[in-house]
Nanobody, 126 residues
Framework: QVQLVESGGGLVQAGDSLELSCVPSGRIVGAYAVSWFRQAPGKEREFVAAIDYSGAMTYYADSVEGRFTISRDNAKKTVYLQMNSLKPEDAAVYYC???????????????????WGQGTQVTVSS
Protein backbone atom coordinates (compact mmCIF):
# COMPACT_ATOMS: atom_id res chain seq x y z
CA GLN A 1 0.00 0.00 0.00
CA VAL A 2 1.32 3.41 -0.95
CA GLN A 3 2.17 5.71 1.91
CA LEU A 4 3.49 9.23 2.09
CA VAL A 5 6.89 10.05 3.55
CA GLU A 6 7.57 13.39 5.19
CA SER A 7 11.01 14.87 5.77
CA GLY A 8 12.63 18.16 6.67
CA GLY A 9 11.59 18.52 10.27
CA GLY A 10 14.01 19.63 12.95
CA LEU A 11 14.80 22.03 15.75
CA VAL A 12 14.80 25.73 14.91
CA GLN A 13 14.55 29.01 16.78
CA ALA A 14 11.56 31.30 16.72
CA GLY A 15 11.66 33.43 13.59
CA ASP A 16 13.55 30.83 11.57
CA SER A 17 12.36 29.02 8.45
CA LEU A 18 12.00 25.36 7.60
CA GLU A 19 10.85 23.47 4.51
CA LEU A 20 9.07 20.15 4.76
CA SER A 21 8.75 17.67 1.92
CA CYS A 22 6.22 14.94 1.22
CA VAL A 23 6.72 12.16 -1.31
CA PRO A 24 4.79 8.95 -1.97
CA SER A 25 6.52 5.66 -1.20
CA GLY A 26 5.08 4.19 -4.39
CA ARG A 27 3.03 5.19 -7.39
CA ILE A 28 -0.24 6.99 -6.84
CA VAL A 29 -2.51 6.48 -9.82
CA GLY A 30 -4.18 9.59 -11.13
CA ALA A 31 -4.27 13.14 -9.88
CA TYR A 32 -4.40 13.80 -6.17
CA ALA A 33 -4.64 16.70 -3.80
CA VAL A 34 -2.37 16.96 -0.76
CA SER A 35 -2.76 18.61 2.58
CA TRP A 36 -0.54 19.18 5.57
CA PHE A 37 -1.80 18.65 9.09
CA ARG A 38 -0.05 19.00 12.44
CA GLN A 39 -0.47 17.68 15.93
CA ALA A 40 1.03 19.25 19.01
CA PRO A 41 1.35 17.32 22.29
CA GLY A 42 -1.98 17.05 24.04
CA LYS A 43 -3.87 18.57 21.13
CA GLU A 44 -5.91 17.21 18.28
CA ARG A 45 -4.46 17.02 14.81
CA GLU A 46 -5.34 20.17 12.86
CA PHE A 47 -5.38 21.28 9.26
CA VAL A 48 -2.52 23.48 8.04
CA ALA A 49 -2.59 23.81 4.26
CA ALA A 50 -3.95 22.18 1.10
CA ILE A 51 -3.05 22.17 -2.58
CA ASP A 52 -4.74 20.78 -5.66
CA TYR A 53 -2.97 18.59 -8.20
CA SER A 54 -2.12 21.43 -10.58
CA GLY A 55 -0.75 23.59 -7.79
CA ALA A 56 -2.99 26.46 -8.84
CA MET A 57 -5.32 26.26 -5.85
CA THR A 58 -4.15 26.48 -2.26
CA TYR A 59 -5.83 26.98 1.07
CA TYR A 60 -4.42 27.76 4.51
CA ALA A 61 -5.46 27.71 8.10
CA ASP A 62 -5.77 31.21 9.53
CA SER A 63 -2.96 30.49 11.97
CA VAL A 64 -0.38 30.03 9.19
CA GLU A 65 -1.76 32.27 6.42
CA GLY A 66 0.97 34.61 5.21
CA ARG A 67 3.78 32.64 6.87
CA PHE A 68 3.50 29.18 5.31
CA THR A 69 3.46 28.30 1.62
CA ILE A 70 2.39 24.97 0.16
CA SER A 71 3.63 24.03 -3.30
CA ARG A 72 4.32 20.96 -5.39
CA ASP A 73 6.57 19.68 -8.13
CA ASN A 74 4.72 16.84 -9.84
CA ALA A 75 7.78 15.89 -11.89
CA LYS A 76 9.49 15.11 -8.60
CA LYS A 77 6.28 13.83 -7.05
CA THR A 78 6.98 16.12 -4.12
CA VAL A 79 4.80 18.49 -2.12
CA TYR A 80 6.50 21.14 -0.02
CA LEU A 81 5.55 23.20 2.99
CA GLN A 82 7.71 26.28 3.35
CA MET A 83 7.39 27.60 6.88
CA ASN A 84 8.66 31.10 7.63
CA SER A 85 8.62 33.19 10.79
CA LEU A 86 8.14 30.11 12.88
CA LYS A 87 6.63 30.50 16.34
CA PRO A 88 6.82 28.21 19.36
CA GLU A 89 3.14 27.40 18.82
CA ASP A 90 4.01 25.94 15.41
CA ALA A 91 5.88 23.11 17.12
CA ALA A 92 4.18 19.82 16.31
CA VAL A 93 4.43 16.62 14.33
CA TYR A 94 3.58 17.52 10.76
CA TYR A 95 1.76 15.05 8.54
CA CYS A 96 0.95 15.09 4.86
CA UNK A 97 -2.12 13.36 3.49
CA UNK A 98 -3.59 12.84 0.03
CA UNK A 99 -7.01 12.39 -1.49
CA UNK A 100 -8.22 12.19 -5.10
CA UNK A 101 -9.98 15.54 -5.23
CA UNK A 102 -9.27 19.04 -3.99
CA UNK A 103 -12.30 20.60 -2.39
CA UNK A 104 -11.60 23.61 -0.26
CA UNK A 105 -14.60 23.27 2.02
CA UNK A 106 -13.59 19.83 3.24
CA UNK A 107 -9.83 20.34 3.33
CA UNK A 108 -9.86 20.04 7.10
CA UNK A 109 -11.93 16.84 7.23
CA UNK A 110 -9.36 14.15 7.93
CA UNK A 111 -11.86 11.41 7.09
CA UNK A 112 -11.66 12.38 3.42
CA UNK A 113 -7.96 11.55 3.12
CA UNK A 114 -7.01 8.04 2.11
CA UNK A 115 -3.22 8.12 2.40
CA TRP A 116 -1.12 9.47 5.25
CA GLY A 117 2.50 9.77 6.23
CA GLN A 118 4.16 8.93 9.52
CA GLY A 119 4.93 12.55 10.32
CA THR A 120 8.01 14.67 10.88
CA GLN A 121 8.76 16.54 14.08
CA VAL A 122 9.13 20.32 14.09
CA THR A 123 10.42 21.92 17.28
CA VAL A 124 10.59 25.68 17.71
CA SER A 125 12.51 27.16 20.61
CA SER A 126 11.70 30.61 21.94
Amino acid sequence: QVQLVESGGGLVQAGDSLELSCVPSGRIVGAYAVSWFRQAPGKEREFVAAIDYSGAMTYYADSVEGRFTISRDNAKKTVYLQMNSLKPEDAAVYYCASRPTYYRKTSGDQRTYSTWGQGTQVTVSS
